[in-house]
Protein backbone atom coordinates (compact mmCIF):
# COMPACT_ATOMS: atom_id res chain seq x y z
CA UNK A 1 0.00 0.00 0.00
CA UNK A 2 1.24 3.47 -0.77
CA UNK A 3 0.97 6.11 1.95
CA UNK A 4 -0.36 9.14 1.90
CA UNK A 5 3.07 10.83 1.72
CA UNK A 6 4.11 8.69 -0.86
CA UNK A 7 1.39 9.70 -2.77
CA UNK A 8 1.63 13.55 -2.33
CA UNK A 9 5.06 14.24 -1.16
CA UNK A 10 4.91 17.87 -0.99
CA UNK A 11 2.23 17.81 1.35
CA UNK A 12 5.21 17.37 3.82
CA UNK A 13 6.46 20.58 3.33
CA UNK A 14 2.98 22.53 4.15
CA UNK A 15 2.65 25.97 5.96
CA UNK A 16 -0.13 27.38 4.97
CA UNK A 17 -1.80 28.60 8.19
CA UNK A 18 0.87 27.92 10.70
CA UNK A 19 2.07 30.15 12.59
CA UNK A 20 6.08 31.64 13.04
CA UNK A 21 7.67 33.77 15.08
CA UNK A 22 10.92 35.03 13.20
CA UNK A 23 13.70 37.10 15.80
CA UNK A 24 16.14 39.42 13.99
CA UNK A 25 13.39 39.25 10.90
CA UNK A 26 14.70 42.15 9.33
CA UNK A 27 18.69 40.48 8.56
CA UNK A 28 18.99 38.92 5.62
CA UNK A 29 18.50 35.76 6.85
CA UNK A 30 15.37 36.44 8.75
CA UNK A 31 13.82 38.19 5.95
CA UNK A 32 14.76 35.03 3.71
CA UNK A 33 12.96 32.67 5.88
CA UNK A 34 10.02 35.40 6.37
CA UNK A 35 9.61 35.80 2.54
CA UNK A 36 9.75 32.16 2.08
CA UNK A 37 6.94 31.19 5.13
CA UNK A 38 4.55 34.24 3.61
CA UNK A 39 4.97 33.50 -0.03
CA UNK A 40 3.66 29.85 1.23
CA UNK A 41 0.61 31.26 3.09
CA UNK A 42 2.23 31.05 6.41
CA UNK A 43 1.20 33.26 9.42
CA UNK A 44 4.25 35.55 10.81
CA UNK A 45 5.33 37.37 13.89
CA UNK A 46 8.21 39.55 12.90
CA UNK A 47 10.39 41.27 15.59
CA UNK A 48 13.23 43.15 15.40
CA UNK A 49 15.31 46.37 16.47
CA UNK A 50 13.85 48.72 14.16
CA UNK A 51 10.13 49.71 13.52
CA UNK A 52 10.47 50.78 10.00
CA UNK A 53 12.31 48.15 8.55
CA UNK A 54 9.98 45.78 10.33
CA UNK A 55 6.95 47.47 8.46
CA UNK A 56 9.03 46.93 5.67
CA UNK A 57 10.02 43.49 5.39
CA UNK A 58 5.89 42.63 6.71
CA UNK A 59 4.53 44.80 3.63
CA UNK A 60 6.62 42.14 1.58
CA UNK A 61 5.69 39.51 3.15
CA UNK A 62 2.17 40.59 2.73
CA UNK A 63 2.62 41.34 -0.84
CA UNK A 64 3.13 37.61 -1.38
CA UNK A 65 -0.02 36.45 0.30
CA UNK A 66 1.17 35.91 3.42
CA UNK A 67 -0.33 37.62 7.05
CA UNK A 68 2.43 39.63 9.23
CA UNK A 69 2.21 41.17 12.22
CA UNK A 70 5.37 42.91 14.07
CA UNK A 71 6.82 43.79 17.42
CA UNK A 72 9.63 45.97 17.64
CA UNK A 73 11.88 44.01 20.29
CA UNK A 74 14.97 42.51 20.33
CA UNK A 75 15.60 39.41 22.60
CA UNK A 76 17.55 41.24 25.31
CA UNK A 77 15.31 40.09 28.21
CA UNK A 78 13.09 37.66 28.92
CA UNK A 79 10.10 39.86 29.16
CA UNK A 80 11.22 40.91 25.27
CA UNK A 81 11.12 36.93 24.64
CA UNK A 82 7.54 36.31 25.92
CA UNK A 83 6.19 39.61 24.25
CA UNK A 84 7.19 38.01 21.14
CA UNK A 85 5.36 34.65 21.53
CA UNK A 86 2.17 36.94 23.20
CA UNK A 87 2.36 38.94 20.00
CA UNK A 88 1.67 35.97 18.24
CA UNK A 89 -0.67 33.93 20.16
CA UNK A 90 -2.52 37.15 20.30
CA UNK A 91 -2.47 37.20 16.37
CA UNK A 92 -3.33 33.97 15.39
CA UNK A 93 -3.87 32.31 18.27
CA UNK A 94 -1.24 29.36 17.91
CA UNK A 95 2.41 29.12 17.38
CA UNK A 96 4.50 26.27 15.62
CA UNK A 97 7.36 27.55 14.49
CA UNK A 98 10.00 29.70 16.15
CA UNK A 99 13.47 30.58 13.76
CA UNK A 100 15.93 32.67 15.72
CA UNK A 101 17.93 34.31 13.21
CA UNK A 102 19.08 37.86 15.48
CA UNK A 103 22.48 37.78 15.58
CA UNK A 104 25.71 40.06 16.04
CA UNK A 105 29.40 40.23 15.11
CA UNK A 106 32.36 42.07 15.96
CA UNK A 107 35.43 41.06 15.09
CA UNK A 108 38.69 41.66 16.52
CA UNK A 109 41.80 40.18 17.56
CA UNK A 110 41.44 39.09 21.60
CA UNK A 111 44.51 40.85 22.36
CA UNK A 112 42.97 44.37 21.51
CA UNK A 113 39.25 43.40 21.66
CA UNK A 114 37.36 45.03 24.77
CA UNK A 115 35.80 42.83 27.07
CA UNK A 116 32.43 44.37 26.51
CA UNK A 117 32.70 43.40 22.76
CA UNK A 118 33.03 40.61 23.22
CA UNK A 119 30.47 39.91 25.52
CA UNK A 120 27.83 42.07 23.46
CA UNK A 121 28.51 39.53 20.51
CA UNK A 122 27.68 36.29 23.56
CA UNK A 123 24.91 38.27 24.51
CA UNK A 124 22.86 38.63 20.68
CA UNK A 125 24.19 35.06 19.62
CA UNK A 126 23.71 33.25 22.82
CA UNK A 127 21.91 34.93 25.40
CA UNK A 128 19.13 35.87 23.54
CA UNK A 129 18.43 31.91 21.27
CA UNK A 130 18.71 30.80 25.32
CA UNK A 131 15.84 33.43 26.22
CA UNK A 132 13.86 33.15 22.91
CA UNK A 133 14.02 28.79 23.54
CA UNK A 134 13.12 29.03 27.09
CA UNK A 135 9.68 31.61 26.24
CA UNK A 136 8.63 29.46 23.74
CA UNK A 137 9.65 26.49 24.59
CA UNK A 138 7.39 26.55 28.14
CA UNK A 139 4.26 27.33 26.00
CA UNK A 140 4.97 24.57 24.01
CA UNK A 141 5.38 22.09 26.12
CA UNK A 142 2.45 23.33 28.53
CA UNK A 143 0.47 22.91 25.57
CA UNK A 144 1.04 20.24 23.89
CA UNK A 145 2.38 21.48 20.77
CA UNK A 146 4.75 19.53 18.49
CA UNK A 147 6.36 23.00 17.49
CA UNK A 148 9.70 23.66 15.12
CA UNK A 149 12.79 25.42 16.18
CA UNK A 150 15.52 26.57 13.94
CA UNK A 151 18.29 28.18 14.90
CA UNK A 152 20.79 30.15 13.00
CA UNK A 153 24.22 29.16 13.56
CA UNK A 154 27.99 29.01 11.34
CA UNK A 155 30.80 26.84 10.19
CA UNK A 156 32.50 29.37 12.97
CA UNK A 157 30.47 26.87 15.27
CA UNK A 158 33.02 24.55 13.90
CA UNK A 159 35.76 26.11 12.37
CA UNK A 160 38.45 28.55 13.84
CA UNK A 161 39.40 31.80 11.99
CA UNK A 162 42.33 33.59 12.00
CA UNK A 163 40.26 36.87 11.87
CA UNK A 164 39.31 37.87 14.94
CA UNK A 165 37.00 35.94 15.84
CA UNK A 166 37.04 34.73 19.43
CA UNK A 167 33.78 36.04 20.08
CA UNK A 168 31.70 34.98 17.30
CA UNK A 169 32.82 31.46 17.03
CA UNK A 170 32.62 30.96 20.70
CA UNK A 171 28.81 32.15 20.43
CA UNK A 172 28.06 29.62 18.02
CA UNK A 173 29.78 26.98 18.81
CA UNK A 174 27.60 27.46 21.85
CA UNK A 175 24.67 27.10 19.39
CA UNK A 176 25.59 24.27 17.96
CA UNK A 177 25.74 22.97 21.55
CA UNK A 178 22.57 24.67 22.46
CA UNK A 179 20.37 23.27 19.37
CA UNK A 180 21.54 19.45 20.42
CA UNK A 181 20.76 19.58 24.03
CA UNK A 182 17.54 21.42 23.30
CA UNK A 183 17.01 18.33 20.56
CA UNK A 184 17.44 15.43 23.50
CA UNK A 185 15.71 17.64 26.19
CA UNK A 186 12.48 18.61 24.31
CA UNK A 187 12.17 15.25 21.97
CA UNK A 188 10.02 13.45 24.25
CA UNK A 189 7.04 16.20 23.77
CA UNK A 190 7.59 15.92 20.38
CA UNK A 191 9.75 19.30 19.40
CA UNK A 192 12.30 19.24 17.22
CA UNK A 193 15.41 21.71 17.52
CA UNK A 194 17.71 22.46 14.24
CA UNK A 195 20.37 24.75 12.98
CA UNK A 196 21.51 26.06 9.94
CA UNK A 197 24.76 27.25 9.28
CA UNK A 198 26.35 28.80 6.63
CA UNK A 199 29.77 29.95 5.33
CA UNK A 200 29.83 33.52 4.39
CA UNK A 201 26.99 34.95 3.12
CA UNK A 202 26.19 38.14 1.52
CA UNK A 203 24.43 39.90 3.99
CA UNK A 204 24.15 42.81 6.51
CA UNK A 205 26.19 40.41 9.42
CA UNK A 206 29.19 40.12 6.51
CA UNK A 207 28.70 43.85 5.04
CA UNK A 208 32.17 44.43 6.09
CA UNK A 209 34.04 42.23 4.51
CA UNK A 210 33.11 43.81 1.50
CA UNK A 211 34.33 47.56 1.94
CA UNK A 212 38.01 49.17 2.32
CA UNK A 213 38.39 47.14 5.47
CA UNK A 214 41.74 45.43 4.83
CA UNK A 215 41.05 43.07 7.44
CA UNK A 216 37.47 42.25 6.19
CA UNK A 217 38.64 42.00 2.29
CA UNK A 218 40.85 39.12 3.19
CA UNK A 219 38.64 37.15 5.77
CA UNK A 220 36.14 37.41 2.19
CA UNK A 221 39.07 36.19 0.24
CA UNK A 222 40.45 33.43 2.21
CA UNK A 223 36.99 32.33 2.81
CA UNK A 224 36.01 31.72 -1.11
CA UNK A 225 39.15 29.80 -1.35
CA UNK A 226 37.80 27.30 0.72
CA UNK A 227 34.47 27.34 -0.80
CA UNK A 228 34.37 24.08 -3.48
CA UNK A 229 31.70 25.55 -5.31
CA UNK A 230 33.78 28.81 -6.07
CA UNK A 231 30.89 31.12 -5.03
CA UNK A 232 30.12 33.02 -1.74
CA UNK A 233 26.78 32.24 -0.44
CA UNK A 234 23.09 33.98 -1.42
CA UNK A 235 20.43 33.90 0.91
CA UNK A 236 18.05 32.61 -1.24
CA UNK A 237 20.33 29.09 -0.95
CA UNK A 238 19.25 29.42 2.25
CA UNK A 239 14.94 28.89 1.41
CA UNK A 240 14.78 24.74 1.01
CA UNK A 241 16.63 24.37 3.85
CA UNK A 242 14.84 26.32 6.08
CA UNK A 243 11.54 24.86 4.41
CA UNK A 244 12.71 21.38 5.31
CA UNK A 245 13.39 22.22 9.16
CA UNK A 246 10.44 23.75 9.86
CA UNK A 247 7.88 21.27 7.85
CA UNK A 248 7.68 17.78 8.54
CA UNK A 249 9.62 16.93 6.18
CA UNK A 250 11.60 16.99 8.99
CA UNK A 251 9.66 15.31 11.13
CA UNK A 252 12.47 12.98 12.04
CA UNK A 253 15.71 15.19 12.37
CA UNK A 254 16.30 17.25 15.07
CA UNK A 255 19.74 17.96 16.62
CA UNK A 256 21.43 18.69 13.36
CA UNK A 257 23.70 21.61 12.58
CA UNK A 258 22.70 21.54 8.82
CA UNK A 259 25.82 23.30 6.85
CA UNK A 260 24.93 25.77 3.84
CA UNK A 261 28.42 26.32 2.84
CA UNK A 262 29.10 25.09 -0.87
CA UNK A 263 31.26 22.59 0.45
CA UNK A 264 33.56 24.55 3.17
CA UNK A 265 33.04 21.66 5.59
CA UNK A 266 33.64 18.82 3.77
CA UNK A 267 37.37 19.73 2.80
Not at 138 to 154: L, T
Amino acid sequence: MISETLRNPLHQFEVRGKSALITGATGSFGRAVALTLGALGGNLTLAAGSSGKLEEVAEEVRSLGGKAVTICRRPDTLDDVEAMRDAALDAYGRLDQLVIASGYNKPGYIQDMPYEDWQAVMDANVRGAWLAAKAVGAHWIKNDVRGKMVMMSSVRGRHGNISGYTGYCASKGATDALTRVLATEWARYGITVNAIAPTVFRSNLTSWMFGDDELGRATAARSLSRIPLGRLGEVEDLMGMALYLLTDASAFCTGQVMYVDGGFTAG
